[in-house]
T-cell receptor, first 115, second 115 residues
């Protein structure tokens, strides 16, 4: 079955630094990937839709300059949290869909802690 | 705009008892509906999906859900709860045929199974 890998699973950084999270589709090509953010004991909030070879589409209220998304290949999308602050601490989850299949496969998530 | 409402943020059942997790949706187009399960610090795992075929959908781990258009509902059930079912459950809706597969998630229901 389709597998989505996220790396790192946990990351701790200092305030003001940037952190990159990778999302890879391991055994399929994904023209579209999605990035979600989940606060403790809350639901998933869609941040952006990442399209291979083009700019990401951000949801309302999500700062595109803060959360940089790059989808340079059909198997890799990256989310970079720039100038991270403690309020950016969260669980970030990516997902991807096999072309033609209306089912999202989710990565295991990346927990970001900003000190 | 699409939306999902999950009634009951916490549900407790005894081991062996019926599990019923409620989900109501709102969609201007025929929806695709999904149930996902999330274990602590992990990504989401697909339990089952409705994609306009049979209204009664069977998923993994003994779960099933019934799509009722008249009630705009897609409740998740399992005849007999097991301790390993304790987790967070999310209902999601998407437009399906748009090609972007953007999912909107409900707020989640935390299932607790009592011994």
């Amino acid at each position: 079955g389709a597998v989505v890998s996220q790396h790192p699973s946990r990351v701790i950084c200092k305030s003001g630094t940037s952190v990159k999270i990778e999302c890879r589709s391991l055994d399929f090509q994904a023209t579209t990937m999605f990035w979600y953010r989940q606060f403790p004991k809350q639901s998933l909030m869609l941040m952006a839709t990442s399209n291979e070879g083009s700019k990401a589409t951000y949801e309302q209220g999500v700062e595109k300059d803060k959360f940089l998304i790059n989808h340079a290949s059909l198997t890799l999308s990256t989310l970079t949290v720039t100038s991270a602050h403690p309020e950016d601490s969260s669980f970030y989850i990516c997902s991807a869909s096999l072309v033609g299949a209306n089912v999202l496969t989710f990565g295991a998530g990346s927990r970001l802690t900003v000190l | 705009a699409q939306s999902v409402t999950q009634l009951g943020s916490h549900v407790s059942v005894s081991e062996g008892a019926l599990v019923l997790l409620r989900c109501n949706y709102s969609s201007s187009v025929p929806p695709y509906l999904f149930w996902y399960v999330q274990y602590p610090n992990q990504g989401l795992q697909l339990l089952l999906k409705y994609t306009s075929a049979a209204t009664l959908v069977k998923g993994i781990n003994g779960f099933e859900a019934e799509f009722k258009k008249s009630e705009t509902s897609f409740h998740l059930t399992k005849p007999s709860a097991h301790m390993s079912d304790a987790a967070e459950y999310f209902c999601a809706v998407s437009e399906g045929t748009s090609g972007t597969y953007k999912y909107i998630f409900g707020t989640g229901t935390r299932l607790k199974v009592l011994a």
